[in-house]
């Protein structure tokens, strides 16, 4: 939507926004602003705030997901949301707007699982063995490395380093080891050896 405002005539709006000179032009999405300018600008600059307020792919993908979710259409919605995971990296944020209680709600946790393991594919393996070698109380260090692996489908590995971060400090990184363990859970599926394993394992940690 496309709204034109009169400071003049909307002195209370001007004042809102801190409207000092015009044209004063800015965008909004879902209720906040993302993007503005003042006066004339090049068209590279207009094109550049277009992009930051119209919808991307990944928004009409997710929307047609969360569509064909509400229809009942499990196996279609499941398809857009993995086409909108594999467009963007707000992906993410995309998959927590699928209601717990939808059809494809298991769907959409099970990529928001990979997409989190996936994010470490590129940590640099030897730097991080490397730093705890010389240093094993480095948490950070020990908490790459497990997510690093499990990108890489080392679960099994991942897990150990994982639990060693839970088992020294539950806290660290926001609880981040804890939850990258219920990730590679949630992908390798409650049946999966590991799983069963590492479940008892990070459970007796826990409320040791």
């Known amino acids: 939507m496309l709204a034109r405002v009169n400071v003049d005539e909307a002195p209370a709006v001007s004042q809102a926004f801190g409207i000092q000179s015009i044209p004063a032009v800015k965008g909004f999405r879902k209720g906040g602003l993302v993007a503005e300018f003042i006066g004339a600008q090049p068209e590279a600059a207009v094109r550049q705030f277009l992009a930051a307020v119209l919808p991307s792919e990944a928004d009409r993908l997710a929307r047609a ?33 699928v209601p717990r209680g939808a059809a494809v709600a298991r769907e959409a946790e099970r990529l928001a699982a990979e997409l989190r393991t996936r994010a470490e594919g590129s940590a640099d393996e030897p730097a991080l063995r490397a730093r705890l070698a010389a240093k094993p109380g480095d948490l950070d260090a020990r908490l790459r ?62 409320f040791r």
Request: net charge negative; no cysteine; proline share 1%.
């Open 65 to 97: 997901g969360e569509t064909k979710a509400a229809a009942g259409n499990a196996a279609g919605a499941a398809l857009a949301f993995q086409e909108a995971a594999g467009e963007a990296a707000e992906a993410l944020a995309l998959l927590e707007r």
């Open 145 to 206: 490395l497990g997510r690093a692996l499990a990108a890489r489908g080392a679960y099994a590995d991942a897990f150990a380093e994982l639990l060693e971060v839970v088992r020294r400090d539950r806290s660290f990184a926001d609880d981040g080891a804890r939850k990258a363990m219920l990730d590679i859970f949630e992908l390798l599926g409650a049946d999966d050896p590991l799983t069963e394993r590492y479940r008892s394992e990070l459970a007796r940690v826990l």
